[in-house]
C-alpha cells in the first residue's frame, strides 16, 4: 500500500502507521526520521540540513525532497510506504505529487485523521515519555502508565512530561496545523483521493482503510 496520513498532532497517526506496516510490510516514513537518520549517516544532504538545524531554522522544502526522492528509492519502500505527517503544505504536496510521477509512484489513497480538540488534549498531555533517549518509552498517565510512578519500565530512567505536550503548547501546535497543514484535506478532497476517518482508536482506522484499499 501507498497512503499518505494527515491528522493533527495526537491523531495517532504513527500507532495507526505501525499497524498498518504489519499488515504488508509497508515502511513507515515520517520526515523527521529522515532528517535525523541523513544526520546521524553523515550523508551530503545529512551535513546540508544539520547546517540549517544547527542555526535553529527550519531544513527547506528542496532539501526535503531530495532526501525524500532518496527515501523512496531504497528497496524496502518497493513494497509499499506510509507517508507519516508529509506533505504538511500545499507546496510541499505540490512537490511531493512532482515527485511520485518522476518516480512512477501512484498513492493508493490519502487519509484525514479527524479528531476533536479535547481528545487531542487528553490524549498528549496525559502522555508521558522516558527521558533515555536510547529508550524513548511512551507512557499515559491515565490509560498506561509505568509500573512504578515517574520511572521508565523498561530502563529505568526517569519519565517526563515533554515540553511540547503542556496544554499551551498543544494548542500552538493545532493552530499551527490548522494554519499549514489543514488546507491539505480540501486539496485531496478536490483530487478525489481523500478518505475522512474519525480517529476514534487505531484499530478502527487501520479497518476503514483496510475496507477503502479493496474498493
Do not use: W
Not at 117 to 127: A, G, M, S
Not at 131 to 146: E, F, G, H, L
Not at 157 to 180: M, W
Amino acid at each position: 500500500m501507498k497512503i499518505i496520513l494527515l491528522g493533527s498532532p495526537g491523531a495517532g497517526k504513527g500507532t495507526v502507521s505501525k499497524l498498518l506496516t504489519a499488515l504488508d510490510g509497508s515502511v513507515h516514513i515520517s520526515t523527521g526520521d529522515i532528517l535525523r537518520n541523513a544526520v546521524k549517516a553523515g550523508t551530503p544532504l545529512g551535513k546540508k540540513a544539520k547546517e540549517y538545524m544547527d542555526r535553529g531554522d527550519l531544513v527547506p522544502d528542496a532539501l526535503i525532497m531530495d532526501m525524500m526522492e532518496e527515501r523512496l528509492q531504497e528497496p524496502d519502500c518497493a513494497r509499499g510506504f506510509i507517508l507519516d505527517g508529509f506533505p504538511r503544505t500545499i507546496p510541499q504536496a505540490e512537490a511531493l505529487e512532482k515527485l511520485l510521477q518522476k518516480l512512477h509512484i501512484a498513492i493508493d489513497l490519502v487519509v484525514n485523521m479527524e479528531i476533536g480538540t479535547q481528545v487531542v488534549l487528553d490524549r498528549l498531555t496525559t502522555r508521558r515519555t522516558c527521558s533515555n533517549a536510547a529508550c524513548q518509552a511512551i507512557y499515559n498517565v491515565k490509560t498506561m502508565p509505568p509500573k512504578v510512578e515517574g520511572i521508565c519500565d523498561k530502563c529505568g530512567s526517569p519519565v517526563i512530561q515533554r515540553s511540547d505536550e503542556t496544554e499551551e503548547a498543544i494548542l500552538n501546535r493545532l493552530a499551527t496545523y490548522n494554519k499549514q497543514t489543514a488546507p491539505l484535506i480540501d486539496y485531496y478532497q478536490k483530487k478525489g483521493m481523500l478518505k475522512t476517518i474519525e480517529a476514534i482508536s487505531s484499530e478502527t482506522v487501520v479497518n476503514e482503510i483496510k475496507s477503502a484499499l479493496k474498493k
